[in-house]
DNA sequence: GAATACATACTCGGATACTCGATGTCCGAGTTTAATAGG
DNA sequence: CCTATTAAACTCGGACATCGAGTATCCGAGTATGTATTC
């Protein structure tokens, strides 16, 4: 019941590009090299990033990595949606009557963090860090 | 970062010690079967929550696990500890400033869910199930 | 000077390898209860 | 009866076996930019 290093790489990432802020993509290399990471590994991360949206890529020579959307809209939630996958965190597929009543309670625990994590965003860290 | 099938297996096994509520124990046999489980795996899984002191066992013929505590103090992050462990969802091991601003926020969500499992009981769910 | 060719700096994505924890199984050992046998 | 022996029904815990996800690397392919070359 760990969230992934990927995840990890993945905020981190995140937040840097959203204090860059510039419109000028960032290579791959260049954001590795901060996290200690393979530049290999850390492209299959963004990738995921990337087809959630919340990235872009720039191919060719100068191209790199660089936000989409409005960078105040980009939230931990969206994040770790894009890399971990949407699906609940417990299954109970023993065969009950109708639902497991213990399913129900474990998906309103983590509905509890998730609401947290949809309404923290990005950019405050980046806010908070800069100072 | 999902929760293991052990922890189910701990949370069910849990509710019928606590439904049953006798002061004879019940054997693996009879609690595994029940959730279509190998009594061997199934004894591993109650030794963990026998040594977080949840439940008991009683060797021997007429053997079995019983509660130990009174039955309206086992809460859902009681089982969760004793199976998943006590340790934070989530680790950044980056050589930051001071701490990782990211991983404060994560912990922050990761409490919010671990505070409602706190508050939730078991014997809750036993109450509603009998009826 | 314009067009072409080439080199360079990137990302993309498939294939592969490695590691580790989760999930189970097997089995010998210890423990309690019940049954049985002997006095 | 009472006691000792044996059998049966349990749990305990270590040693494996298996499997899949997470983690990571390698490399060929594609793409955009910059530079040199040619006419």
Redesign the interface.
């Known amino acids: 019941?760990?969230?992934?290093k990927a995840?990890?790489y993945a905020?981190?990432t995140t937040?840097a590009l959203v204090s860059a802020s510039s419109v000028k993509p960032i290579g791959v290399q260049q954001l590795a090299k901060s996290?200690?990471v393979s530049t290999t590994y850390l492209s299959k991360i963004l990738t995921k990033l990337a087809k959630a949206g919340i990235i872009e890529s720039a191919s060719g020579a100068q191209g790199g990595y660089r936000l989409t959307r409005n960078k105040d809209e980009i939230t931990?939630l969206d994040i770790?949606h894009a890399i971990?996958g949407t699906?609940s965190?417990?299954?109970?597929d023993?065969v009950h009557g109708d639902e497991c009543?213990?399913q129900a309670?474990?998906k309103?625990?983590?509905q509890?963090?998730l609401?947290?994590?949809k309404e923290?965003k990005i950019v405050d860290?980046a806010h908070?860090?800069s100072t």
């Open positions: 019941m760990k969230f992934s995840t990890n905020l981190h937040l996290q200690d931990f770790i971990e699906s965190m417990f299954e109970c023993f009543l213990i309670e474990m309103n625990a983590e509890k963090m609401q947290y994590l923290t860290i908070k860090q």
